[in-house]
């Protein structure tokens, strides 16, 4: 069989390409998972500095009471010494813990997750850098619900909403953490809420869309992509849950995740892999 020549107006079709809408759904697909990866290993950037900062604290004060414990030979202080080794060795294996939950979950399973234990993760991780920046975090947790959810995801949602925060509160603030559940219990909710320089109306409108940003890259290359927010759009869809913010500018912004909810799994207090 020969094919016919097209002349020069005619438009080929490569009979290859009639599969190539599936092909550009995969093909889109799999450009969004890597893009939320690159998207996440930002957000880890962000926090290098300053979680490399506390580790050194936490080896510091393990060298001075492994000292401490080896020139005093009474118990009071041997034991004193032990203790605040330990403490520190458990908060050093909770945030490598954290870190590696977060980088590693290249997964999109989803399971019933504990919604208390999830914040706690995710401030062990960004605690340092908010009080760095004179952010003081409050928290609170009305009741203790569950949501079925991909741990890593709905964290790096978090990381973004919080690295956000810090970033409209130049000069430090207050960022305020709630875990609840809706009126008829159907959904979990998250709020964030930080007291920084707020969301002209305007803009309001266009902060989910990719690439849309108010910020410059500041001399480390952070801020500035307009893709944070688009992303946790995507991420919270996925979830069959959603995405809300409210802002008044000159006070302060919110932001309101909701996540279908689900019953603690009987027997199981927490899905948190962190070690007592
Ligand atoms: N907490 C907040 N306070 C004030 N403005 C915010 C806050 N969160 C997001 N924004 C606005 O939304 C825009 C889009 O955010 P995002 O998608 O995370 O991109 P980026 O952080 O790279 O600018 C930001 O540039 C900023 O103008
Ligand atoms: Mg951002």
Not at 27 to 33: F, G, K, M, V
Not at 125 to 153: F, Y
Request: glycine residues 10%; aromatic residues 4%.
């Amino acid at each position: 069989m020969t094919a016919d020549r097209p002349s020069d107006s005619t438009v080929i079709v490569d009979p290859s390409q009639t599969e190539s809408v599936e092909d550009l759904r995969e093909e889109i697909s799999r450009l969004r998972t890597q893009l939320r990866e690159a998207q996440k290993l930002m957000s880890v950037g962000v926090l290098t500095s300053s979680i490399t900062h506390e580790f050194n604290n936490i080896l510091m004060t393990i060298i001075n009471y492994g000292r401490m414990g080896l020139r005093h030979r009474d118990d009071a202080t041997r034991e004193k010494a032990f203790d605040r080794i330990l403490t520190a060795g458990q908060r050093a294996a909770r945030i490598t813990t954290g870190m590696l939950s977060l980088v590693r979950g290249n997964t999109t399973r989803q399971e019933p997750t504990r919604l208390v234990t999830l914040i706690d993760d995710v401030l062990i991780l960004m605690e340092k850098d908010l009080t760095n920046h004179r952010v003081t975090i409050e928290k609170r947790c009305d009741g203790d619900p569950w949501a079925e959810l991909n741990a890593s995801q709905i964290q790096q949602v978090l990381l973004n909403l919080m690295i956000n925060a810090r970033q409209a509160m130049d000069g430090g603030g207050r960022l305020f953490l709630g875990v609840g559940t809706d009126a008829d219990g159907e959904q979990a909710t998250i709020e964030v809420r930080d007291t920084g320089c707020g969301i002209p109306p305007e803009t309001l409108a266009r902060i989910f869309e990719p690439f849309y940003t108010t910020k410059t890259a500041d001399d480390r290359g952070q801020g500035g992509t307009g893709l944070g927010l688009s992303l946790c759009r995507d991420i919270m869809h996925a979830h069959g849950g959603g995405i809300r913010a409210e802002s008044k500018p000159g006070e302060g912004t919110r932001f309101l995740l909701r996540l279908p909810a689900v019953p603690a799994p009987e027997g199981l207090r927490t899905t948190s892999a962190l070690p007592e």
